[in-house]
């Protein structure tokens, strides 16, 4: 079963066109709607933002790993100032747009999701890169340090994989970082332990992250669990 693609749709205040054009799309996509003051605890890759008497567009600017598109009049796109994303103009042709969200679906569909592989031991590293690379494409990182360098420079993966103990900055401390930061703090972590006792799977559970795996788990089921994370996340 198809499954369908998920669309943010960011509005403050009721809008006739902007609204008229979500209704004609839903159906087609599964939208969800939210204010831009809410938390977005759930960012697909289409985002849908409406102009008109928005209150926080700010924080919207600070979403990764999503396309972005601005609904409103010609003023409200110039006023907006927002580099990277595109805009549709009222009056909207509601069956034009559905077209082109349409193909982005298929064509982000196609793209291979990237994984920042953090973890000091140089056979893990090997063996989750070697055994994910097939399915994913797969950034490795000897500490949390080098880590961060790679965000630093621009890179932006759907997923971490944060090794939990790490000598000089530990994983708790990478991920505190990650959470800190505006540009940084949407990207999913998940935390890989050798690990298993209650005392710290719980220091773990209390992080909030994605989730974590037992680095004693078969390939097999580390990439099986991984294909859920990422069906339930797209």
Same mark, same amino acid.
């Given at each position: 079963?198809?499954?369908?693609? %998920?669309?943010?749709?960011?509005?403050?205040? &009721?809008?006739? @066109?902007?609204?008229?054009?979500?209704?004609?799309?839903?159906?087609?996509?599964?939208?969800?709607?939210?204010?831009?003051?809410?938390?977005?605890?759930?960012? &697909? %890759?289409?985002?849908?933002?409406?102009?008109? @008497?928005?209150?926080? #567009?700010?924080?919207?600017? +600070?979403?990764?790993?999503?396309?972005i598109?601005?609904?409103?009049?010609?003023?409200?796109?110039?006023?907006a100032?927002?580099?990277?994303?595109?805009?549709?103009?009222?009056?909207?042709?509601?069956?034009?747009?559905?077209?082109?969200?349409?193909?982005?679906?298929?064509?982000?569909?196609?793209?291979?999701?990237?994984?920042? =592989?953090?973890?000091?031991?140089?056979?893990?590293?090997?063996t989750?890169?070697?055994?994910?690379? +097939?399915?994913?494409?797969? =950034?490795?990182?000897?500490s949390?340090a080098?880590?961060?360098?790679?965000?630093?420079? @621009?890179?932006?993966?759907?997923?971490?994989?944060?090794?939990?103990?790490?000598?000089?900055?530990?994983?708790?401390?990478?991920?505190?970082? #990650?959470?800190?930061? &505006?540009?940084?703090?949407?990207?999913?972590?998940?935390?890989? +332990?050798? %690990?298993?006792?209650?005392?710290?799977?719980?220091?773990?559970?209390?992080? %909030?992250?994605? @989730?974590? #795996?037992?680095?004693?788990? &078969?390939?097999?089921?580390i990439?099986?669990?991984?294909?859920?994370?990422?069906?339930?996340?797209?």
């Open positions: 079963m198809n499954m369908k693609e %998920k669309i943010l749709y960011i509005s403050d205040r &009721p809008s006739m @066109g902007a609204d008229m054009l979500i209704k004609s799309l839903d159906g087609v996509f599964e939208i969800s709607r939210v204010r831009s003051t809410d938390e977005f605890n759930y960012v &697909p %890759k289409i985002i849908l933002v409406n102009l008109a @008497g928005l209150e926080a #567009l700010d924080k919207i600017k +600070t979403l990764t790993n999503t396309k598109f601005l609904l409103g009049t010609q003023i409200e796109i110039n006023n100032k927002f580099q990277g994303s595109e805009y549709f103009i009222k009056p909207f042709n509601a069956k034009e747009i559905k077209e082109k969200l349409l193909n982005l679906s298929q064509s982000s569909n196609e793209i291979q999701r990237s994984i920042l =592989l953090v973890d000091d031991d140089s056979v893990m590293i090997r989750l890169r070697d055994g994910l690379s +097939t399915s994913y494409k797969v =950034l490795p990182a000897n949390g080098n880590a961060l360098k790679i965000l630093e420079r @621009g890179q932006k993966p759907d997923l971490i994989l944060l090794d939990y103990e790490m000598p000089e900055m530990n994983g708790t401390q990478v991920f505190e970082i #990650l959470k800190s930061s &505006p540009e940084l703090s949407k990207i999913p972590v998940m935390f890989l +332990t050798a %690990k298993t006792d209650s005392d710290s799977i719980e220091k773990i559970e209390e992080l %909030k992250p994605e @989730g974590h #795996l037992l680095k004693t788990l &078969p390939l097999k089921e990439k099986e669990r991984l294909r859920i994370f990422f069906d339930m996340y797209n």
